[in-house]
């Protein structure tokens, strides 16, 4: 990948390849998006454009040593086209897979809420044509709702459960919830019916991951995916407008990072993988926030 015609000299990457060396097999590290112009330095060589990042910038991420994953967030308010997928999948290294949101339509309140039908057909079917060697977990990601619009959590795992069952078996699923009323234990045992991942979130208005991890039955799939997004009681805009551009650590938070370890290790006990998705936000700067997570795995090995 070239950002221009006098393109700057590649990142030293030689501590970060010596610490990537010792990620234990099962487990993957990644970021939430990877379109951030103030990772330059950190990521990118130079100072690349956001432009110049959304059109080729996954190519150079996949190729730091720290990740093995990423996230694709966009996907949340759209289905990607077969000709998105295609691009992504140009710029990604054999064996490099993704944890994908899917649409948004399938997980609100409406006329296509766990449909399926509409699922296989709007999301699931560019995704095996034209991604299928780089699809990780596909991240089903529900809305936040009111007392008043919150299903009877009982019908809820009902309808999950009905919903996974008539999915193809050959893709990863994962559920995250943004209420923790639905995560009752007819949750998990629907989850855990279809092989289905719990997603451990540190979102400012859930559990810790630690309590989550506490449930009986959390581990609900054969691959645990957390996401490390928002530290509790702290909004989205909040968080964003104190940590822009995203370029260093403003708030390391040794007890999300200790949590986020004794998942791994719970993981590793039960021979489940272990997806580790990290936002910007909980931070300053997720990049850094994978650097000092994988110091902290690694410690404990």
Request: contains cysteine.
């Amino acid at each position: 990948m070239q950002f221009d015609l006098f393109p700057p000299p590649p990142l030293d990457t030689s501590a970060d390849a010596a610490l990537a060396a010792k990620r234990p097999p099962g487990l993957f590290l990644g970021t939430s998006s990877w379109t951030f112009p103030g990772w330059g330095g950190i990521v990118y060589r130079g100072k690349p454009t956001q432009d110049t990042l959304i059109k080729y910038g996954l190519e150079e991420y996949a190729r730091h040593p720290l990740f093995n994953t990423v996230a694709i967030d966009r996907s949340f308010y759209a289905p990607l086209s077969p000709d998105e997928l295609k691009r992504y999948a140009a710029q990604l290294p054999a064996g490099f897979r993704c944890v994908m949101k899917v649409w948004n339509a399938v997980t609100r309140p409406g006329p296509q809420f766990l449909d399926p039908a509409f699922f296989n057909d709007a999301v699931l079917a560019p995704v095996d044509a034209a991604f299928r060697d780089h699809i990780g977990p596909l991240l089903f990601q529900f809305t936040p709702l009111s007392p008043s619009e919150l299903p009877r959590p009982n019908d809820f795992a009902f309808k999950l459960d009905r919903f996974f069952s008539r999915l193809p078996k050959t893709f990863q699923y994962a559920v995250e919830l943004r209420n923790a009323e639905l995560m009752t234990p007819s949750y998990f045992q629907a989850l855990t019916r279809n092989d289905v991942a719990h997603v451990f979130n540190h979102w400012e208005r859930m559990p810790s991951v630690a309590e989550q991890l506490a449930h009986q039955g959390s581990l609900t799939g054969p691959h645990v995916v957390c996401r490390l997004l928002i530290p509790q009681g702290v909004g989205y805009e909040e968080a964003r407008e104190a940590f822009a551009p995203f370029d260093k650590l403003q708030a390391i938070d040794l007890e999300m990072r200790a949590q986020a370890r004794a998942l791994w290790i719970a993981c590793k006990t039960a021979g489940r993988s272990l997806s580790i998705i990290v936002n910007n936000k909980a931070e300053g700067s997720s990049p850094l926030t994978v650097r000092g997570l994988l110091e902290t795995i690694v410690e404990s090995e």
